[in-house]
């Protein structure tokens, strides 16, 4: 389970005068468990939006499965298999928990406006394919029991474990969480870990943003730390632990490693 | 068994509804001729105005997609149906043949007006559609020079009414000893597409592509992320729109028997996208409402107006035509304070529109 998944190389995104990421370059292998960490402001979430096609690179890029993504929408890089979560939850609020999930379903299922009119035999067929498979999702995160709730409604927790269920819903090849664990208290963050290695254990590989050290020990298989745009360190979480660059960072900036 | 009874009732109570608003509908026509044939008519022009509002529904109820020009693709529809069966150019197609040609026309134009407009929202749309209707009218105005195609201001007269065969739609007929005038033929023909158009409407909303629209509604970039293509998925809603559109304003054009520019006005716009917000957006039902409401209402108050002022003051004080626009402005403002998501509004759009901070 060595291959390669996702590379990067030589990553530039600028803001304006602003480096956001310098140079960053970094691969990860189907499987893994990859972090990303960094004090605030870092480029964690730049790096992300860069990955899924929100932003554009200034130089650099992506290659997934042997494949670049440079000039895909992010649409066109849902359906390469990354799907993603939202640091600041992004559901679709309004909506049921169960349409959310149906929604992440749109970009693996074909029905067009004629069929949705005429309601053909295959597109009724799809549609009950589509709600199975969300129902199933929905238990695979623990919310089965949730899934007529309004979104917006759902506790703080629920509703990250929704945005991984319509994440999941996509079919990814590689899931991308942006602060999964924000806000969660002991026990749930501890649920979440659980779901995330049995995500893994599906066959799925993650590329996690975290701030909870402990989560982030515990979970992934190797780090990529980044400080002010640049990538400082990567490797096993309990060496890039000591690594004093890394250190120094943290300890730099205090107040950011501290309130997050 | 007993629940199968209870199952049973209740679906058999559900028919008997449907049975008998059917019935209602059916003769309705008829009670209103006895009133006079102005009111059949007036009955026509709702469900008219009910297919548009359907129309319209898709873009800014289902799609979140604020469209202050939907009114230019009923004038599109309308056009093509005059020329197409018309004296102008002496052509005289089948009404069959004209209307798919209509929608079709009206959609590449809901496309023209859909790609440029693809990364604005809110406001912006809404300014950009609203310039789009006055473009496509001010075309229809000027477009008598240099070589006549829609006669300018004074309009296409002598359209042909539908026919299908010997069969016309505007004649008077006789059958089984009921009198069918015109109006009453055009209102079961109207209806049966209304309804087609319901079918379609609710059908869409709860498919896939229904969902796709309630997503970037709801929040496009993760929509985008999860792999919608939000470009392609708004045109299609504008498309889609705009030959509900071209349909209605190809009815509009063989009823009316003449059309002109003045009939595509931004009022009109304004009219049927009051129609929507006040019947409640994205609900089907609450829009069929909301159109049936603003035509007779109007329509009522017209009759009701003059002779209840005269009874009361001897004279008439406020004309109809002013109490009209402003019993209508008062309804706007008391709809949104009170029921700011329509008459019949659609779950999901209310939880929106009542938020709690």
Redesign the interface.
Known sequence: MNSLLLECAGLDKRFGGVLALAEVGFSINRGEIYGLIGPNGAGKTTLFNAL???YSCDAGGFSFAGKPLAGL???QI??RGI??T?QNI??????SAL?NV????????????F???L?TRA?LA??VA?ERRALELLAYVGIAARAND?A?QLPYGDQRRLEIA??L??EPQLLALDEPAAGMNATETLELKKLLERVRADGTTILLIEHDMKLVMGLCDRVLVLDYGRKIAEGPPREVQRDPRVIAAYLGGAEGAASS | MNIFAKILTKARSKWVGVALIALALIALPFALAAAGTAWVRIANLAILFAFLALGLNIVVGFAGLLDLGYIAFYGVGAYVYALLASPHFNLHLPFWVILPIGALVACVFGVLLGAPTLKLRGDYLAIVTLGFGEIVRIFLNNLSRPFNLTNGPQGISRIDPFSFGAFDFSRNETIAGLAFSGPIKYYYLLLALLLLAIVVNLRLQHSRIGRAWEAIREDEIAARAMGINTTRIKLLAFAMGASFGGVAGGMFAAIQGFISPESFVLVESVMVLSMVVLGGMGNVWGVVLGAVLLTFVPELLRDWVQPVQQSLFGKTIIEPEVIRMLLFGLALVLMMLFRPAGLLPSAIRKRELTKQK
């Open positions: 899924t096609g929100i929408r992010p649409d849902a359906a799907a993603r939202f992004r559901l679709f609020g309004n909506l349409d149906m929604i992440g379903r749109h970009v693996r299922t074909r029905a067009g406006v069929g949705a009119i309601r597109t799809e549609e589509i309004v917006r319509r994440a819903a996509t």
